[in-house]
């Protein structure tokens, strides 16, 4: 996960390019979506966070933007519900649901 504010708009142009950058996120909001969605489109800089996959996302306690990742919601939500728990839980370290 890259916070917005941490690197610089050459580098984050090459990455996205090369699809090393495939997601954006809301840290405040705890929300992840491609690159060209709309909602993401309008947060601030200070909120945003890129991460390289859809798997590190949710594995930081992220959850699927209900604009562009409807069939992911669909499809993914009982598994975005376990791992955001067991997220919850290592910060309290216990880990109940692995």
Do not use: P
Request: glycine share 8%.
């Amino acid at each position: 996960m890259i916070n917005h504010n941490d690197i610089d708009s050459r580098m984050l142009f090459a990455k996205i390019k090369n699809k090393q950058i495939t997601l954006a996120g809301n840290k405040k909001l705890r929300i992840y979506g491609t690159l060209n969605c709309i909602s993401g489109k309008r947060m601030r800089k200070e909120n945003r966070v890129f991460f390289f996959s859809e798997k590190e996302a949710v594995n930081n306690g992220y959850r699927a933007c209900g604009h562009c990742m409807r069939k992911r919601i669909k499809t993914g939500h009982a598994e975005f519900l376990r791992k955001k728990i067991n997220f919850r839980l290592s910060l309290a370290g216990t880990n109940f649901l692995s």
